[in-house]
């Protein structure tokens, strides 16, 4: 049994996919208006881990990752250096996945940009429109969301800051107060991108993209949306009420969410010189698996400080792996199987799927793995291991 923590409930459940077959799975992407932080890396690692936990279920899976390619950031940026945001996009949404890659983090099944999607976040914007949901104020189009009782829910907000009318313009926004967000925004400068549509010309607000993108490849209701924490609001709040208003269905059975990682103890920032992309580290020689290991090494639930005395270790941990494979593979070893080391082998595997079983305890399911190294390089010491133990897969 897989238990995993859903966000919404606040509870470990089991999970199982809804139809009993398929787990449809959808991740909020990469903003692609520079290369990706380690912090982003965190959470792409997790959703990774828990990619190889389902698939290694009897299960199919359908994971979604979107690519947003249109935000504020994106406009400002791609403005400024006089460039389209299709030509300032492309090179950071390919330098992402060739990151990932190099993290070993497997592709998703479907990847999506957000400006292939317009016209699926325009029908969305309609309908709400015609339901009450939303309004125009200006040129651009808002959510209400004192139209939405289950507004909150998720991140459980106190809804009593909730300010009728108050409304927010901008994609990304830090105060953890409730306010009529933007769907539909008109453009301010002619040089922004812009798409038509019955309500007006603009273009659509951040969370509109993932609702769109969710739906259309997964239906109304789908099994796992997962994400940092830092998304559950008000990005992930806003994504349900849009999605519920128009189908009046769940949108999403299970919320896993990653939590946030700290650099040398500290929230990374630019200006604390604790901030490093994938590349930085990639830069001063540090070997990506090794960044791989320490990423996973703390349980997607934990605050994982991510330190170079960490890398370290790290290091040393994989070391520890690649010695002990390199002695299996170099011992002469007498023919046929040995109870006790399959036993030992049994018992570890039993160990690491329970741990991965458990919320994704990635600590244990490696421990599991250090034991049995502990006492497999014991017992090729006593020269117990046979070659059918030695299999390596
Ligand atoms: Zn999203």
Redesign the pocket.
Same mark, same amino acid.
């Given at each position: 049994m897989f238990r995993l923590t859903n966000t919404l409930t606040g509870a470990t459940e089991v999970f199982t996919p809804a139809d009993g077959s398929t787990v449809r799975m959808?991740a +909020? !992407?990469p903003t692609v208006w520079n290369y990706a932080h380690i912090g982003n890396f965190r959470t792409y690692v997790f959703e990774d881990v828990l990619r190889r936990h389902l698939r290694s279920k009897p299960w199919k899976l359908v994971h979604v990752m $979107?690519i947003?390619d249109i935000d504020d950031k994106i406009i400002k940026t791609s403005i400024e250096r006089g460039v389209d945001i299709k030509t300032y996009t492309t090179p950071y949404a390919q330098a992402f996945f060739e990151d990932s890659a190099v993290l070993r983090i497997d592709r998703p099944d479907i990847i999506t940009y957000a400006t292939d999607y317009i016209q699926e976040m325009i029908q969305l914007v309609a309908r709400l429109l015609e339901t009450g949901h939303a309004y125009r104020e200006g040129d651009s189009i808002y959510y209400r969301i004192s139209s939405f009782p289950a507004y909150g829910r998720l991140s459980r907000l106190d809804k009593r800051e909730l300010k009728v009318g108050a409304r927010i313009d901008a994609d990304e926004y830090e105060k953890e107060q409730p306010n009529d967000f933007v769907l539909w925004k008109a453009p301010k400068d002619e040089r922004e991108p812009r798409w038509n549509a019955p309500f007006g010309v603009g273009r659509p607000g951040? =969370?509109l %993209? +993932?609702s769109a993108m969710?739906m259309k490849n997964l239906g109304s209701t789908f099994d796992i949306h997962c !994400?940092g924490v830092d $998304?559950i609001f008000p =990005? =992930?709040e806003n %994504?349900i009420a849009q999605s519920e208003a128009v189908t009046g269905a769940p949108f999403v059975r299970f919320w896993v969410h990653g939590e946030h990682l700290l650099v040398e103890g500290e929230k990374m920032s630019k200006s604390k010189g604790n901030f490093y992309t994938l590349r930085d580290l990639l830069a001063r020689d540090y070997n990506p698996l090794v960044i791989r290991y320490l990423l996973l090494s703390v349980q997607y639930r934990k605050q994982l400080n991510f330190t170079l005395d960490g890398l370290a270790s790290a290091e040393r941990s994989l070391a520890r792996i690649k010695e002990f494979l390199f002695r299996l593979k170099t011992a002469s070893l007498s023919s046929g199987p040995s109870a006790k080391v399959s036993d030992a082998l049994s018992a570890a595997q039993a160990q690491f799927e329970a741990g991965l079983n458990d919320d994704l305890n990635t600590d244990q399911a490696l421990a599991a793995v250090f034991e049995l190294i502990r006492e497999l390089n014991i017992s090729l010491v006593g020269g117990r291991p046979r070659d059918v133990d030695c299999t390596v897969s």
């Open positions: 959808y +909020c !992407g $979107n947003t951040w =969370h %993209e +993932c969710a !994400g $998304n =990005h =992930h %994504e």
